[in-house]
């Protein structure tokens, strides 16, 4: 009896055990998630014998990555030599991988491979491919070192599959931040900021300034953050939420969680639902506070700071973003940096600029280095290409080996706005390079931490989407933006609001100046001192339907459909079915701009803003007006007359040049001193002579 009922009860447990494992196997499947991103957008040409390219990947600090692959897909050369060539890869600046290039005639192969473990870093991660592709016979005694048929083409669908787990929610505001703006959050559209359905402006304006603050340090620029109304059945599976209200227009089931404040003098965020949706609050009874709050969370190093779940903002609260400086002198590296290798190697350093600013004149690039002596100085030289394109070269020589530099002025016509890049490309070349081995000798440079960058910028006023986001933004800071939209605010109005303050966002380098929201019945008077959005239709947007005159695409009598111009034909009833974007002079005060984002409904209007969302779209139109449809038909237009260029007078340009304009002043000090001199001989000339008589 014993026996029995002792077998019976192991039975029991082991079944017990098996269920247990069933269910834990269940549950750590499914919290094992997959982040999968390609490397570049383009494809990628490795030319020569031997080569390189670096890519890039990022994992985020509250992931626990289990393991990494690579999955490269490429086509070699048909001339290659498998038995004689290779593919390389490093991770972090350790290799890990190689393999034999397999060469097919048109379909492109692929290899896939896992990464250590130990390789993985958090945050940034940079891969290294280097080919080494052999197209000549073994037997051959030496060999060209450089020739056409030595190539390897990596695919754009190249990349990376990160598998990993989340780490526990912390419940503090710095950890809701950092998820909301995360990788796996922003690329599955799992974030949203949430506002009344009819969001009043300083609701909409601490809106803005809060996604302007995530839209920056969001790495995924191609992926918008939407605004969303209350209620709205999309809000509900989304896993982070900033709900943005004054008190008395939140929600009922939020305001019992909110910690006991009083918000007439302060602003309250706090965080809660940590573990089923988490959701960033922010609120106050004072709009001016709603709006300094909506100023914190677009700070992002303040966010950053913020290890508890709440956080109370009052007057004397200090949320502002240092002032945006802009340096005549820029270090491309702190510490200096080496290139190693036979032929081809480069650096490239990003710079930031406002998107207002381009390249005036005396613009150059002071680049310091020294390399080894073992080089063929008849074919070593050294390029620098501003966003890759060259603006200037110099011969390696022996004699400057250990200490040489060069002084490159990059010119204006090169139409760079914004950010750039800085490229120094080497091409150190080997004597007899084809009748030694590579490892024999390896050559080397170093770019010291006194190479610079000498910048003079110039404000671009001219308002044309080849500038934008000027006017709505100078300098790193909102150009006192004034926003009109419809009385009533529908989803694709939040949207069009989302899709124009992201790309804005990104451009934005601090919280400072400012964006005021207005109705249809705002006055003339209020919109003088602004650069304009308006948004809507003509039936629903006052400012719209006030200065159709003035629009390049102008509505027809009825308002309801866009007539034919001088640059586009237009059917009545395809005219309906088509959104806008006008960028046009001010009609309240001269100096300002006028976007008008528009269409016959908020559809067309949500999908003209589409075009100003991120660079990647935004490239894609220029002039003044733009028109596009569903099918994706896009037609931009530049109406205003190209105004002659003004010719710089002499003074303009060495005040530009600040040598020049300290050597003329020494110049005119020498030749003061000299005529005092010369007046103070004449009268004691004049005194000797007087004094004979």
Same mark, same amino acid.
């Given at each position: ?306 290890? &508890? ?111 750039? &890049? ?102 003339? &008077? ?34 309801? &459909? ?132």
């Amino acid at each position: 009896m014993n026996k029995r009922f002792i077998i019976i009860c192991m039975a029991c447990l082991c079944l017990v055990f098996v269920q247990f494992g069933q269910a834990w196997a269940a549950e750590t499947s499914a919290d094992k998630l997959t982040y999968e991103t390609t490397f570049t957008n383009t494809d990628i040409g490795l030319s020569g014998v031997r080569a390189s390219k670096q890519v890039h990947f990022q994992t985020e600090d509250y992931w626990k990555v289990s393991d990494v692959s690579i999955y490269l897909d490429y086509k070699s050369s048909p001339l290659t030599r498998t038995e004689r060539s290779s593919i390389t890869l490093t991770m972090n600046g350790t290799k890990f991988h190689s393999f034999r290039p397999v060469v097919g005639e048109d379909l492109k192969q692929r290899v896939a491979v896992k990464v250590p473990k130990e390789l993985i870093l958090k945050g940034k991660n940079t891969l290294t491919i280097e080919g080494y592709i052999q197209t000549t016979s073994e037997y051959q005694v030496c060999v060209p070192p450089e020739a056409r048929d030595n190539w390897f083409q990596i695919y754009s669908t190249s990349g990376v599959a990160v598998h990993y787990t989340n780490e526990a929610p912390s419940g503090s505001i710095n950890d809701f931040n950092r998820r909301f703006i995360g990788l796996d959050t922003v690329s599955a559209g799992q974030n949203a900021i949430s506002v009344p359905k009819q969001g009043n402006p300083a609701e909409l304006e601490a809106a803005v300034y809060a996604l302007s603050g995530f839209a920056k340090t969001n790495s995924l620029k191609d992926k918008t953050i939407p605004i969303i109304a209350y209620g709205d059945e999309n809000l509900n599976d989304k896993k982070a939420i900033v709900a943005v209200a004054l008190y008395d227009q939140l929600p009922a089931n939020i305001k019992g969680m909110l910690e006991s404040q009083d918000l007439n003098d302060k602003a309250l965020i706090q965080l809660m639902n940590k573990d089923k949706q988490p959701t960033l609050v922010l609120t106050s009874q004072n709009p001016d506070l709603l709006v300094k709050a909506g100023r914190l969370v677009a700070n992002q190093e303040l966010m950053k700071q913020l290890d &508890s779940s709440t956080k109370v903002v009052d007057n004397q609260t200090d949320v502002t973003t240092p002032e945006v400086s802009i340096n005549k002198n820029v270090k491309l590296t702190d510490t200096g940096d080496e290139l190693k290798g036979w032929m081809h190697q480069e650096k490239t350093y990003f710079v930031s600029l406002p998107a207002n600013r381009s390249f005036a004149d005396a613009s150059k690039v002071s680049l310091d280095f020294r390399y080894a002596k073992n080089l063929d100085f008849d074919r070593s030289l050294v390029t620098v290409l501003v966003n890759n394109t060259p603006i200037g070269s110099k011969k390696l020589t022996s004699e400057l080996a250990d200490g040489d530099a060069v002084t490159l002025p990059i010119p204006k016509n090169l139409n760079i706005t914004g950010n750039f &890049s800085v490229t120094v490309a080497f091409d150190l070349e080997l004597k007899d390079a084809g009748c030694i081995q590579l490892q024999d000798e390896t050559p080397w440079t170093f770019i010291t931490k006194d190479t610079v960058l000498q910048l003079h910028t110039k404000d671009k006023t001219d308002l044309l989407f080849d500038n934008y986001p000027y006017p709505f933004l100078r300098d790193g800071s909102f150009n006192q933006v004034g926003v009109i939209l419809p009385e009533e605010h529908d989803a694709y109005t939040y949207l069009t609001l989302s899709n124009v303050f992201n790309l804005l966002g990104q451009y934005a380098e601090g919280n400072t100046g400012n964006v005021r929201f207005y109705g249809d019945s705002t006055s003339s &008077s209020d919109l003088q001192e602004r650069n304009i959005i308006a948004i809507g239709t003509y039936q629903n947007n006052k400012i719209v339907r006030e200065n159709n005159s003035h629009l390049y695409f102008q509505y027809d009598q009825a308002g309801s &459909s866009f007539q034919s111009n001088e640059k586009m034909s237009i059917d009545t009833d395809y005219g309906k079915r088509i959104g806008t974007l006008q960028l046009i002079r001010s009609p309240y005060e001269s100096g300002h701009g006028l976007l008008a984002i528009t269409g016959a409904g908020s559809e067309y209007y949500y999908l003209a803003s589409k075009l100003i969302t991120s660079e990647s779209t935004k490239w894609k139109i220029f002039g003044d007006g733009v028109a596009v449809d569903k099918d994706g038909n896009i037609n931009p237009y530049r109406f205003k007359k190209e105004a002659e260029q003004e010719p710089s007078s002499i003074m303009d340009k060495v005040m530009q040049r600040g040598d020049v304009f300290g050597f003329i002043a020494a110049a005119v000090l020498v030749m003061v001193l000299v005529l005092v001199s010369l007046i103070l001989m004449i009268r004691k000339y004049r005194r000797n002579r007087e004094g004979e008589r």
